[in-house]
């Protein structure tokens, strides 16, 4: 098993559909976890930090389930500048292991 | 200018060959690391470096070797480059733990495409 899992995709959504993207974990003493968005081969870019149960930055927001060693996140009024590759990464001793991606397409 | 920089940008070379990926930063940071990129495979780290006097093999070292010679660079290379390391190279760096104990995020180089024939 993989230490952090994501659903490749790709998600195919309308402007403005909400959409969710889940990436699993395996290290349970994991204390910090991220959302990076990527495009077409460039840079990954942070898109959100995670610590605690949640973080909300406008239209994006990510949860944290401990329990279930699960972040989310959400997009809500999805735009075409949303279409992207977005990839979580987990903390394990000061390094970050990143999920394979999941890729967003949406459609006009 | 961007905070993290690295050259070349674009490289094609042979089977055997050396190559040498640099990276430098501006951000003052004393974390930095490697990681490739393959279609289906996420970003995997190749080395890591805490600080200046520190080196750290990652996931996928065999095959590279790194050198921190400064703060702000820390280069890549390829001893005997083989056609399996046709990939997308990205150097990253961050601080080093915040007060609140948790890892401050990662900052990525704009990447390196290498490509070996």
């Known amino acids: 098993r993989k230490e952090v899992e994501q659903d490749p995709g790709p998600f195919n959504v309308p402007e403005g559909a909400t959409v969710a993207f889940n990436c699993t974990y395996s290290n349970s003493a994991s204390q910090s976890f991220f959302w990076y968005r990527q495009d077409c081969r460039k840079e990954p870019k942070l898109l959100m930090s995670?610590?605690?149960s949640g973080n909300e930055d406008g239209r994006f927001t990510a949860q944290l389930n401990r329990a279930s060693q699960y972040i989310s996140l959400l997009i809500r009024d999805s735009k075409l500048s949303d279409s992207a590759t977005y990839l979580c990464?987990?903390?394990?001793?000061?390094?970050?292991?990143f999920g394979q991606g999941t890729t967003l397409q949406v459609k006009p | 200018d961007a905070d993290v920089t690295q050259t070349p940008r674009n490289r094609i070379t042979k089977t055997g060959k050396r190559i040498m990926l640099e990276c430098s930063q501006t951000k003052g940071h004393d974390r930095m690391y490697w990681y490739r990129q393959d279609p289906g495979l996420g970003l995997r780290l190749i080395y890591y470096?805490?600080?200046?006097?520190?080196?750290n093999k990652g996931e996928i070292s065999d095959g590279y070797s790194v050198s921190r010679q400064a703060q702000a660079k820390f280069s890549l290379s390829l001893e005997s480059a083989i056609p399996n390391q046709t990939a997308l190279y990205f150097c990253?760096?961050?601080?080093?733990?915040?007060?609140?104990?948790?890892?401050?995020?990662?900052?990525f180089g704009p990447g390196t495409r290498l490509l070996v024939l």
């Open positions: 990253a760096t961050s601080d080093a733990t915040s007060t609140k104990g948790v890892m401050e995020t990662q900052y």
């Open positions: 470096s805490f600080d200046v006097k520190d080196i």
């Open positions: 995670v610590y605690s």
């Open positions: 990464a987990v903390n394990k001793g000061g390094k970050l292991i």
